[in-house]
């Protein structure tokens, strides 16, 4: 089945900005979905179809998505934004419809 | 407003069958547009995906599970039910169920339940 790599940790000071990457064969012709999960939650919705944002989730939160590599990037991080955050893709080639990535700790310093 | 609730033991024993159900209000389980899926996650792990029901009924399962896994549905009840067999230790984890949104564009987890921590042990 399809594999999605995330890197384990990003660590970023309040005010800048966050880059996560989600790495895949050929990623940028699929569509993909970024999730938010603080501890003790469940997974949050902050990004679909590479760049879009649910309602009610902050314009802070963006995406990109081209070549085997896509990105979620959170400008001006807040403490509130650290959390565990997981790529996903809709795989309807494979029989293994849904794949996650193996997700990214994000530490606000 | 969307709502799931997963329900089920808390705590199974080992080679025991675990049977979850998911309750889902805000939406019905024959709208062609949705779909739902059980994913889990271990402690301190990442997010699995375990199976999906579409609603003509057409059921996906994880390559690696897939000998353990039933999904089925009840529309009238609005239910959706798992089946995992030969419960392990290693299949400790919080198990959602989620609703999948088939947008005209892509196929997107909207919506998630709160999870149900299920324990396997003896």
């Given at each position: 089945?399809?594999v999605l790599t995330q890197?384990?940790?990003v660590?970023?000071a309040?005010g800048?900005?966050?880059r996560i990457?989600c790495?895949?064969?050929n ?12 501890p003790?939650?469940a997974?949050?919705l902050?990004v679909?179809d ?11 939160f963006?995406g ?19 959390a565990?955050?997981?790529c996903q893709?809709w ?14 700790k994000?530490t606000?310093? | 407003?969307?709502t799931l609730?997963e329900?089920?033991?808390v705590l199974?024993k080992?080679?025991e069958t ?5 309750t889902?209000?805000g939406?019905?389980?024959?709208n062609a547009r949705?779909g739902?899926?059980w994913i889990r996650?271990?402690p301190?792990k990442?997010l699995?995906w375990l199976a999906h029901?579409f609603?003509?009924?057409?059921k996906?399962y994880s390559t690696?599970?897939?000998s353990r896994?039933t999904?089925s549905k009840?529309?009238?009840?609005s239910?959706?039910?798992?089946t ?8 400790t984890?919080?198990y959602y169920?989620?609703r999948?949104s ?5 196929t997107?987890?909207?919506d ?8 396997v042990?003896?």
């Open positions: 089945s399809y890197p384990p940790s660590s970023v309040p800048q900005t966050a990457t790495g895949g064969n990623i940028g012709s699929k569509s993909v979905h970024w999730y938010q999960q603080k003790g939650q997974p949050v902050v679909y590479d760049s879009d944002r649910p309602s009610g989730i902050p314009e802070r963006s990109s998505n081209s070549g085997n590599t896509a990105t979620l990037t959170i400008s001006r991080v807040e403490a509130g934004d650290e565990d955050y997981y893709v795989d309807s080639s494979s029989d293994h419809l849904v794949v996650f990535g193996g997700g990214t994000l606000v310093l | 407003q969307v609730k329900s089920g033991p199974v080992p080679t675990l049977t979850l159900t998911c889902v209000s939406f019905s389980l024959s949705m739902v899926s996650q271990p301190g990442a699995e029901i609603s003509n009924d057409e996906s690696s599970l897939k896994l999904i009840d529309t009238s009840k239910q959706v039910v798992l995992m067999t030969n419960m392990d230790p290693v299949d984890a919080t169920c989620a999948i088939h947008l005209p564009e892509t997107v987890t909207t998630w339940g709160q999870g149900t921590l299920v324990t042990s003896s």
